[in-house]
Structures are given as C-alpha cells and as structure tokens.
C-alpha cells in the first residue's frame, strides 16, 4: 500500500529522515520501504534544439545542436520526435537519471555532451515514445523542476500484516506515525454550508439481515457537476499510483485512502423505488458489474438493492446501471460496514481483489463512517458546486460496545521479560490512545473503535511489546529450563546413512516429493495418491519411488560430462492401498557411469560391485542376515531382490534401454531401493563384539564342476549346511565355464577357511569337513570334483 | 519447494525475553558472534505476539541493496508467543506459555554458503554437491 508523505502531513508531520522513518515504521511492525518522485536533478535545464542533422554513421539516430543559455551542447538523440526549434528538458553532464549518471560519451563515434529526456526518463509518466516537447511558457536555461512546479514526495511502501486493517489509510499510518513521534494526530474539523433538504425524505434504507450490515449511513448530495478532477487530487491520487476517472470518483478514492473507509456513489436518479434494501441475494439473481461483467450472484453474497434488484455487490463492486457518468446531477452517498467475512468470500469468488473489498475485508472503523460521509460532503461541494442535505441518513442495525479488556501488567511483565512499573505502562496505553481506568491492580482498556484486531489480554500484550519496542526488551542469557534431546531410532538410522554413504563417495541428493502421471508405473506398479488441488499437472501424485526424482539428477550431470558419480536420497515413497495412503521411509541409492580415465586400471559400475557396496552399508547399519536372490521383474531385465531374513526390504536394478532413453541417459546405471521402515525392524540394536580366538585358521580350496544354472547363493547355502560353525569364511575366487567344458557346466573354484575357539586344528578336523561338503554338494547338485 | 525447522517450547514461565535469547544464541552460533540480530513486530496466526528476526547484512554492494531492500536488514525467520487459542484447542492447561519459530533450511542455507540460485540445491548437480 502507497502512502504519501506530503499527504500524511496533513494529519501529523515529522523531522525525520525518510529513512528513519522506515526504520521506525518497520520496528513498530509496519513493514515498508520508500522512494523519492518528482526529484528531478537540478542539472536537467529547459534547452532548445538549434539544429538537427542525421548522424553519419547511424540511421536512426540524429545529431542535435541544443542551447542552453550557458552553452552551445553537440547530443545524439535516438528519438523519433527530435527536429529544430523544439523546446526540451536537457540532462546536463553529471545530472542523474534515475541511478544512471549522464558522462561525456561517443556514440557511433560522434562526441555526445548530454541527453535529451523522455517522461519517463524523468520519472514523470510512463511515456516513452519520444523525447518531452515543451510548450512556450519553457525558458532557455531554466532550470526544468522548478519550471514543472512538480511536488517533490516521499512514497511509503507499506506490507500491511493481515491483521492491522485499521492501517490502510493515510489516516491509520498516521495514528502510527503519532506513536512513533510520541505527539498527536490533527484531524480536521469540517466546515461546509449545506442545503435545506433532507436525505431521509428522498431515500430509505431497509437492513434485512443486520449481521451482514452493522450500520449504513448515506447522504444525498444535489446539483453536481461531474467532470474532470482539480489538478491537486490528480496529484495527489498519481502519487500513490492511482488513475484519475472523474471528480466524483476521485474524491471518492480520495476519502478512502484517506481515511481508510471505502465509498460509494449512485447515481440517485438511475435508481428505482428510492427505498435502499442490503439483502441477501436469490438464487440465481444476475447484475450487471461497473466492469462491463454479468455476474450471477448466490445467497452467500451482500446486494444493495432498489426496488428492481441489485444495484451493487456490497463492499465488492458497483452495479452499470446506477454508475455515476458525465450526465449526473444528482448522488447518493454510500459510507457503511458490511460483514467482513462475506465480503472476503464474495470478492474471492469473483476475483475482484480491489481496494474497497480489501478494506472491508480487514475491517473498517465503525465510528467513522459520518465522519468520512461529512469530509467527502465537503470536497464534493467545494469542488463540483453540489449541494449537500441537511441531514444524513444512518442505519446502525447492529450497534458496536466499546470493548474493555482486562490487562495484568504484573503477567504482561513475566509473559515479555519486562519490569515495568504501572507509570510506564499507563504512557504506553496513552501512545496507543487505548484509555485505561486503574482498579485493583489490574488496568480496565478501552479498545479505541478502528482496532477490530484487539480482542484479548495477549492482544494488549503484543501491543505494549511493539510500542515499548521488541528489541528493548532483554535477550535472555541463561536458559535453566531443563530439556532432553529425543532421537528415535527411525531418525537415528537416518543419521547413520548420512554418516556412512558420503564417506563411501555417495552425494546426497533432494527432489520433489510430486511427480507426473508418466513415470507412476516405471519403479513399481503400486498406485499412489492424487494431490486434489495440484499446482502443476508435474506435480499431480505424490511419488510411489525415488528413482525418477534421482534419474532425473543422473542425466543432468552427465549432460554436464560428469562421467563417474553415486548418488543417494533419503526420503517417503507413498502407495495408495485400500483408500489408506501408506507412507514408507526409504533409501534410494544410484551408481552411475565408469571412471574409465585413470592411469591405473579402470574401475566399472555394474550390478555386481553396487550389490558389494549394498552388502558393505546394510552391514554398517547393522542389519542382520542379508541375502539377495535374482528374481524375475516386470521393471527390469536384471533385478535382484534384498532380504533380511524372510522380509524382501528391496531391490537393486540395472537400467534398461527402454527407461534410459525416458529419463534420456547414455551411461550405464545401477540403482536401488531398500525400506527404511523394513530394514529397522530388523537392526541389531546392542551390538556386541565378538571375542577373536587366539587359535590360527586353516584354508582349503576347492575346485568343482556344476550346473551352469546353479547360483553361487544355493552352493554356498549347501556348504554351510554341510558343515558346522568352524567354517568361518567362504570366498570363490575363480569362475570358469569355456569349451573344454560340457555345454552347461562351470567350473567354481572356491576357499573354505576354518578356525576353532578352543584349539588348533589339526588336519583331520578340516579334511573331515570338507569332504563331508564335497559329498553334500555331490548328492545335491551333482558335482565333479576337480 | 523448501524446507522448513519447526521449533516449539512450552513449559511456565516462558517469556518473550527466553525466544529472543534462543533465536539470538542460534544466530551466533550458525552466522557468527559478530551478527548483529533485530526483532520486529509480524503477524502469524497462531502466535501472539508474533515477531520476525532479521539479521543485519550491511549494503556494501549492488547485490545487497536489492534482497535488503536498502535497509541492510534481512528477514531470518519467524517466531513469537504460542496463541493462548492453540493451547486451548489442544487442551492444555492455560496457564502455560510458550514460543514457537519456523526457519527456512534453504535460506540460511544460501545466506551462510553465499548460494544466489535455490535451485542449485534441487539439481543434484555434482560439481555444486562436490563442494560441501
């Protein structure tokens, strides 16, 4: 919201600098910035173009003779409108345009002293369609602000916090500004000579639902003359970026931003019945809007009507038909206080966010609304000759306490770490215009009637916190409250990934929890939840896995030729079972591309080393009993599931071709996906060391012949099956299958290492075993022994 | 998208004064104990009184002139006293006050890393991650 400076004058004035002054606004929660118009740099002069001629090296630019008074300056203008004998406003060298400084330049080559200015340049308006041509009553060497007789002011650029209606206006910064200078607000008292009429002859109001509308006043105002507005409310209204209409209008936004209180003004011959009703609206009921629009109205929304039907969208909109025009003679003055959640609700369905409804939405002062109806009276009158009845007309239908709010200031001091005493807190309820009577230790406030936001003691509190300032009160040093520090072990496992895959070379990596509909099927088949009012069609499901999201950061890397990297994302896949959304912490993990430019030896990424580094985390985290078994996927041509014991806690794939075209990548990937929530069930919790036995081990390689069909998993299961817990290690260090060997065979070499608690062992234990193996894995697997 | 740390404190005896100490010793301790800190009134709806914290972050270029707006002043975080209304929505005994804060992860993050773009946080890309 836009606020004058020169305008704020007219209620209250200050020595402080514009900069002081936002300082001291955004401390007392009115958060602004602000900005000079109208200062022109005194080095902009009124000169005259003597001769115009085309540049020699440009076409569209001309060189320019100008003089102003002093000097004879040679200025290459661009502007289509340039010519001889034209009177223009001159940047002069070291003038300031804007934050640019004018310099002696060459352009194309010819010297450039200076630049001719558009009103836009200057700041004037946005006109930039050629340079400013000036009228004759412009003197050689003038200099141009004083000849504009422009107003130089400061605008404020409010952030209004929803809460402090009463702070859009003029007036309401004002009462703001009186806090901040400790002084008071001087409102004008109004004096006018009105008519021998009355209002209440010629209207009626009729209230039909006093909640919607507490009070209406209104006020017939005879024998205008609309037309173009004076020159000062032009300014006035320019200055905080508002179009001029016509003089009723303006006066009209004039008062609101004034004073805070919206108006509107009907055309009193244009409506039918003279009886006024603030109703409901029927269904289906239509009006057609000040903005050209039909709209149908509900029965949610407020109509001021006449005797054919709406007239205007309370609070929201006026109606076409009763809209005042350049014919109007006669006005009807509308100043009330509508529902301020209907209004809300009304401006939003209609999308008319304007800033009467704003206001009205906020809340308006409803002591005020005769008040504002008599400062408009006088404008009107003063600047369209009307003549004003003797009366208003005012409905209160719903009449507004003064609130009274007990206050504790002994609990107001222990809420803010503050000691103050009564004395301190009775000035501060003065600074605020909030009168106080004292009675048992305890202040009785009332609230003044344009604060509808204070309601409670903790509002007082907020209150006094902002005028006795936040940051004078004291920064607590010690904090003797005691507290402990919760991790639960979903979280802890959290730590313990972060811990222990960066330092196995894994970025952490963040996507978007939404996804698209097209990559809902690519990781798994399970269906997700819909986010009902989405923002982007990209972001319409909640994820069902982390992969697109991690993919999605693959092929942005590689198209930046990073050519060896790993990634990992923590965080909730979702699967829509039954109408109950199950969310599933997980750990997503990708291996991509080869380190193939290195001196030694090159170092692949394939299913088989990312299988080893998942072996090497979940042994990390403690998980007990892994295994993985190849399994059949509709989702990729090489899968292995993962288990803990009975429970498959995830997958690990390989790309396709089919997936790395879709998510566009060139280079191999392997990725995984494991359950945090399924893995944590089955974490060691108090680990314990296990004693290392002084006795040495005893190795033994075998080398069979078997199956090509038959996993190392299966053999190795067989072994340990074979034998007792003194084999402590397996490990196949060859793999062969070649011509020599029948067609579906392969050869397996493999070491078996094996070591007692209570001794050494000698070579019987360990033949005894191992042939009790070789016999087992004949019987089962038909082997050759080697 | 971003990322936010919710705080609450509830106990007696809870003041204004304790949630201005705790953001303060927060500040010093992630921008340094040379941060200069201010607190300004706000408006959240389920805090009164509701503040928002800035930190001062000085105008010594172009770039710090347009995200302070030439105030030098940037806005941290949000915080203030917990509504009396949320206590008793969750029917706890009215007696208690209590603070609450949110701060963007993202933000501070920015700040103390001089990061100019969020969405180098969201790309993954390796050559920014490389970094950390």
Redo the contacts between chains.
Sequence with gaps: MKISRNWLSNFITSSKSDFELVDAFTQLGLECTSSKINSIDSKVIVGKVKSCTKHPNADRLNLCEVDTGSDLLQIVCGAPNVKENILVPVATLGSKIGDFEIKKTKIRGIESNGMICSEKELGISDNHEGIMVLDGTFKIGQTFSEALKLEQDTIFDFDITPNRGDCFSHLGVSRELAIIEGSHINLEKINYKAGEFKSEDAIKIKIENPSLCPRYSCRLIKNVKVKESPQWLKDRLNAIGQKSINNVVDIANYIMFDLGQPLHAFDYDKLNGKTISIRNAFENEEILCLNNENNKLDPEDIVISDSNGPVAIAGVIGGFDSQVDFNTKNILLESAVFDEISVRRTSKKYDYAKEASKRFERGVDFENTLYVLDKFTKLLVETTGGQASKDFVDVISKSKDTKSIQFDFNRCNKFLGIDLNQNEYDKLFKKLSINTKFDKSKFLCSIPSYRNDIEREVDLYEEIARVYGYNNIPIAQNFNNSYSSIIDNAKQINNDIRSILPSKGFYEHYSNSLYNDKVLKDFNSYETSEIINESSIDMKYMRNSLMPGLLAAVSFNEKRKVNHFKFFEIGRVHSLLKNYNKEEETLGTVWYGHNDNHWRNECKTDIYFAKGEILSILKNLKINNIHFKVNKSNFSNINIDIYSHKTCIGYLRQLDTKLSKKYDIKAPVVFSEISIDKILKNRIKDFKFKSISPYPSVKRDISILIKKDISYSKIIECIKSASDNLLIDTNIFDVYSGKELENNSKSLAISLTFMSDVKTLVDKDVENRVNSILDQLKEKFNIIQR | ?FHQIEGLYV?N??????L???M?YFSKEYFGQDVKV??????FPFT????EMDIYWGLNSESDYRIT???GWLEILGCG?V??EVFKNVKYDPSL?GYAFGIGIERIAMLKYGITDIRL???????F??QF
């Design positions: 998208m106990d005896n809870v003041s204004f004064s304790d201005k100490g705790v303060e201010r607190f300004r009134p706000s408006y009164e009184p509701s503040a707006k030439g105030t006293m509504d009396p006050t946080l969201y790309e993954g890309d390796i050559r991650l490389r």
